[in-house]
């Protein structure tokens, strides 16, 4: 096992290569939620509908679909390295053209594209960073990514009130296009990020792999090192790497479930309200117009941002299991409070939303550790790629029908609804859920082939 990267110290190396991973994830949180602040004014400038409107807020979740599925196989066979940088220059691409975007079909393509470019960027980024990574740190800024997710819901929701502040008629637009600024930010950040050793050595790359880690972590390594773990135990054979077959084998099928169940059962009410947010606050009765119901939601995202914090201490104290069962256990009880009390005032429906976000941080500081520590180097980014698309189809449903769902059916049936799909990822959870904390990546990663139930 490769204890000379498990063991190494927490260097300044590490701390430029997390802040440049967390791009993929600030720009996923800021590109879906500014969408939410910009239908207030593109609605009534296009006179979209409300298809139109859900069909816009989901395009980008099914472009994460597409491109988690492509690009995690991808990346686990032609390596991280290589597609660090295309990604983003895609999201800059598509982000500037939305400026001049002025049909429904146009918005909903160039969303899907940068959908799939941030879908890309989980597997490569979170990979490359988990190899890394020592075992004290892994944890923690494995989680801390999706900090940087609501750091960029946070920050969408602020550049969008400004915008509708000071930006005047078609405001929507500098929205939308913003996040270029952004993508160039990380572009710069990302220069000489080198590849990962364990990807590398797994490739019969071994001396590149062996003065990787020799000049970024001044330490010396062996081949050998590099290259334990990932081996079939049922049939003894070196896995494929990218190989979707291997995640659905005896040996990984219940933790690949695992990985995309929960993730869907948490995201897709998530999702949902971010997107829509103003929407649902509006339900409730807070006051209407484009101030109030921006900074609400940009509240409710804060809130997700900050419970993230006792979760990452939780999950190297406390452990992964036991975090993630208590917190799915927790979310529940707002979203049935509010779907009991449909006509709850306006601050109480803020505070039970606010407690919702706040408790979803075990599951948050998840998302992307379970899958990079569950599966070995020649599946990890097409595991980390699967469970985000997995995901992805319950967050693209929920937004497409939340909105529909809160003029169809009112908002207490939607967040009852939203509660029992919760409740699917504490059942998840409870039955799946393993622990990893304290283990190195390649042991961690490693399963016998007919795998037990794992007990607290």
Request: glycine residues 12%; neutral net charge; contains cysteine.
């Amino acid at each position: 096992m490769s204890t000379v990267i498990d063991n190494a110290p927490y260097t300044a190396f590490h701390r430029r290569l997390a802040l440049a991973c967390s791009g993929g994830p600030l720009l996923d949180g800021y590109i879906l939620s500014i969408v939410g602040v910009a239908v207030t004014g593109m609605q009534p400038e296009l006179g979209l509908s409300t298809a139109a409107v859900s069909l816009i807020g989901a395009s980008a979740l099914i472009g994460m679909f597409v491109g988690g599925a492509v690009f995690g196989v991808l990346t686990d066979k032609i390596g991280r390295e290589v597609m660090y940088t295309a990604d983003l220059l895609v999201m800059v691409v598509c982000s500037v053209l939305s400026f001049w975007a002025d049909q429904v079909w146009l918005i909903v393509a160039l969303r899907f594209v940068l959908g799939m470019a941030v879908a890309a960027d989980y597997p490569i980024a979170t990979s490359l960073l988990a190899e890394w990574l020592p075992i004290k740190e892994r944890g923690r800024l494995l989680g801390k990514q999706i900090v940087a997710w609501y750091a960029g819901s946070v920050l969408a929701y602020v550049v969008g009130y400004f915008f509708q502040q000071f930006g005047g008629n078609g405001s929507w637009r500098w929205m939308l296009a913003s996040s270029a600024v952004l993508c160039l930010f990380f572009l710069v950040i990302r220069r000489g990020s080198p590849e990962s050793p364990l990807w590398l050595a797994q490739h019969g790359r071994g001396e590149e792999a062996v003065a990787v880690v020799r000049k970024h972590l001044g330490r010396e390594v062996t081949v050998a090192e590099l290259t334990s773990g990932g081996t079939d135990e049922a049939t003894g054979e070196r896995i494929g790497a990218g190989s979707l077959r291997v995640l659905f084998s005896p040996a990984y099928r219940r933790r690949t479930l695992f990985c995309g169940l929960f993730f869907l059962c948490q995201v897709a009410p998530l999702f949902a309200m971010l997107t829509f947010g103003p929407a649902i606050l509006g339900s409730f009765g807070l006051p209407g117009g484009t101030v109030m119901d921006t900074l609400g939601t940009g509240l409710i995202s804060l809130v997700f941002l900050v419970g993230c914090y006792p979760a990452l201490r939780a999950i190297d104290t406390r452990g992964r299991r036991p975090t993630i069962i208590l917190s799915f256990a927790l979310m529940i009880v707002p979203l049935v409070f509010l779907g009991v009390w449909p006509t709850a005032p306006a601050a109480l429906a803020l505070i039970a939303l606010c407690a919702y976000a706040f408790l979803c941080g075990g599951p948050n500081v998840l998302d992307w550790t379970y899958p990079n520590e569950l599966f070995p180097t020649q599946v990890r980014a097409t595991a980390v790629g699967f469970a985000t698309s997995v995901s992805r189809i319950g967050a693209a449903v929920g937004t497409y029908l939340l909105p529909l769902s809160l003029s169809g059916l009112g908002i207490g049936p939607t967040m009852l609804m939203a509660a029992a799909l919760t409740a699917v990822g504490l059942l998840v959870c409870v039955l799946w859920a393993e622990e990893t904390k304290g283990v190195g990546l390649q042991t961690s990663s490693q399963t016998p082939a007919e795998p037990e139930l794992v007990n607290a």
